[in-house]
Nanobody, 124 residues
């Protein structure tokens, strides 16, 4: 059974950094396309970044391009989201999601497996 567990969220000041982790159990994460999504109160869930299983290609939403970096460590069976220059508008619950053997997209319907989410709050 596929389980994805996010960690690394917290409270950070504007301009600060956080690194989120998405750890998998029950599967070899390298075979999965993985994406990060976020959902702020009263808003729809939106795609932030994704990484493909085949060639490791990455994609970012315009709102985070140049500030966030997605990467994977197959030896640790973990995908990371490094978030720099954080802004108050980045505040949300962040979720990782996985889909076997696919390229990555930022469409929620593309993914079969979801973690429980981790809260990121950017505030002074």
């Amino acid at each position: 059974q596929v389980q994805l567990v996010e960690s690394g969220g917290g409270l950070v000041q504007p301009g600060g950094s956080l690194r989120l982790s998405c750890a998998a159990s029950g599967v070899t994460l390298g075979y999965y396309a993985i994406a990060w999504f976020r959902q702020a109160p009263g808003k729809e869930r939106e795609g932030v970044s994704c990484i493909s299983s085949s060639d490791g290609s990455t994609y970012y939403a315009d709102s985070v391009k140049g500030r966030f970096t997605i990467s994977r460590d197959n030896a640790k069976n973990t995908v990371y989201l490094q978030m720099n220059s954080l802004k108050p508008e980045d505040t949300a619950v962040y979720y990782c999601a996985g889909s076997w053997g696919r390229i990555g997209t930022l469409s929620t319907s593309w993914y079969d497996y979801w973690g429980q989410g981790t809260q990121v709050t950017v505030s002074s």
